[in-house]
């Protein structure tokens, strides 16, 4: 349950976000600053769905990681002994 709670308010607050830079850019009135918010906005959006696949292969969502993982947890390492005695 908190999962989903969690998600749904990340994106409420997104959403919230993107509303008011919306809103102030068409306030200004100039393409300018239409093409500029429009660019940082697809840049933002990108980011934020990129940390949202992040944390849910975190939380589980095994299906979604592509590629080769390693668990930080569960890897051993075995010292190699020295190839020739001390001396």
């Known amino acids: ?15 919230i976000n993107m509303y008011f830079v919306v809103a102030y850019v068409l306030s200004l009135n100039h393409l300018g600053l239409y093409v500029g918010a429009a660019v940082l ?9 990129y940390l949202t696949w992040l944390c849910l292969v975190a939380l589980g969502c095994s299906f979604l990681a592509c590629g ?3 668990s930080v947890t569960r890897t051993l390492h075995l010292e190699q002994p020295p190839s020739h005695p001390p001396k």
Do not use: E, H, M, R
């Open 1 to 15: 349950f908190w999962k989903v709670a969690g998600g749904l308010l990340i994106l409420l607050i997104c959403a």
């Open 41 to 49: 906005s697809v840049i933002y959006l990108s980011f934020v769905a």
């Open 68 to 70: 080769n993982t390693v």
